[in-house]
């Protein structure tokens, strides 16, 4: 009798172990895009004017994970502009009080080299505000711009300028950017400068400060030096076109005409857009407007010569498993195990005077101190 009760019970387990990990491996629609809209990648020299940087232009693609690259890479006909980036390693992206990461934590360990808990912004673990390598290479002359595709109150471009303990805290982050000093900021997030409690008008604010302020595209581009501020509808890439390119572009012209060199910040957001949604084609869409973004940046820093250009994510966002693909059509099958971000390490890239300092697997924290010293900046 004890034989036979303890067999039914361990088939029952059996089966409960089986049908749950089932549930677990096959979470998730498979599905299929086929992309019709191919990029050229030119392949660059490696030759650079010195061997430090004079600029350092830091480009997060939000939710990248190595499947999204390689996603990416297969509806591309198997090239990338990342093609050209030959040191390579991993970030680990824990926070401090959890596994999987935020882009609040991530984002905060890339600008300020420490760990910090979901959801806080530029602050340490404990609360303390820290300033972040964007703040330190202004203090040191550089020049500074952050460049996003989604609100530019969003957690990734606050953690490079705003300290707060929550990441939601948007009038409070706003107003922080007015002070931030900045040379140019460029991303949606418009009504938390105007639609305000508090009756302040930020952008009249920010035009008393010396910036252009401009809501349109055309007129962005329009902007050849000086102090810019940029507010765009946030929107996937299907409706927003070139724009991150566009955007990217006319940072890098202004900022170049610093004497002392800059630091940039350019996010690709609405990658983690596409793994919330489980959306196969947002995903991959977005990946690929972020290598075009790439591809820009390189051909600036090759004909600069001491651009130092870095690669990586905050998180891996839909847990996404590439099923299938054709590297001649353009194909990728792939299936979602999460709406949520995964704890898996990211790829980190580095191109350029001090790109050897950005390879093996590091901690997210390590890229602060890289850069600073790479540039030789004083905290």
Do not use: C, W
């Not at 089986?18 to 191919?38: A, H, L």
């Amino acid at each position: 009798m004890k034989v036979k009760l303890f067999t039914s019970l361990f088939v029952l387990l059996l089966y409960i172990g089986t049908t749950f990990g089932q549930q677990k491996v096959f979470e998730g629609k498979e599905s299929t895009y086929k992309n019709d809209q191919f990029h050229k990648v030119e392949t660059y020299s490696h030759k650079f004017k010195s061997k430090r940087p004079k600029n350092v232009i830091v480009m997060i693609g939000d939710g990248m994970g190595v499947a999204q690259l390689f996603a990416g890479a297969t509806a591309n006909k198997g090239k990338l502009n990342l093609d050209n980036f030959k040191h390579v390693g991993f970030s680990r992206t824990q926070s401090a009080n959890r596994y999987v990461t935020d882009s609040g934590a991530g984002g905060t360990a890339i600008a300020i080299g420490r760990k910090t808990n979901n959801s806080s912004v530029g602050v340490d673990a404990d609360g303390n505000p820290v300033p972040s390598v964007l703040k330190i290479a202004q203090q040191n002359g550089l020049a500074t711009g952050v460049v996003v595709t989604t609100s530019i109150l969003d957690a990734t471009p606050a953690d490079f300028v705003a300290h707060v303990p929550k990441r939601d805290m948007m009038p409070e982050i706003a107003s922080q950017f007015v002070t931030s000093g900045l040379d140019v900021f460029i991303g949606g997030g418009i009504e938390h400068f105007t639609d305000r409690e508090d009756q302040r008008n930020l952008l009249e604010e920010l035009s008393q400060k010396g910036y252009q302020v401009y809501d349109n595209i055309e007129a962005i581009k329009s902007v050849k030096e000086g102090k810019l501020a940029g507010f765009l509808k946030e929107n996937r890439v299907s409706e927003r076109g070139n724009q991150l390119e566009e955007t990217t572009e006319v940072t890098l012209n202004i900022l170049d005409d610093h004497k002392k060199g800059f630091f940039l910040m350019v996010e690709a957001s609405e990658i983690d857009g596409g793994g919330h949604e489980n959306d196969i084609q947002y995903t991959i869409e977005e990946m690929l407007d972020f290598d075009r973004t790439i591809g820009k940046v390189l051909e600036f820093a090759e004909k600069d010569g001491r651009t130092l250009v870095i690669v990586t994510a905050d998180h891996e966002t839909g847990g996404l498993t590439l099923t299938g693909g054709d590297m001649q059509t353009g194909e990728v099958t792939g299936r979602f195990t999460t709406r949520g971000h995964t704890g898996v390490m990211v790829p980190v890239f580095a191109y350029g005077p001090g790109a050897e300092n950005f390879t093996g697997i590091n901690e997210n924290t390590s890229f602060y101190s890289k850069i600073l010293n790479v540039l030789r900046l004083k905290e």
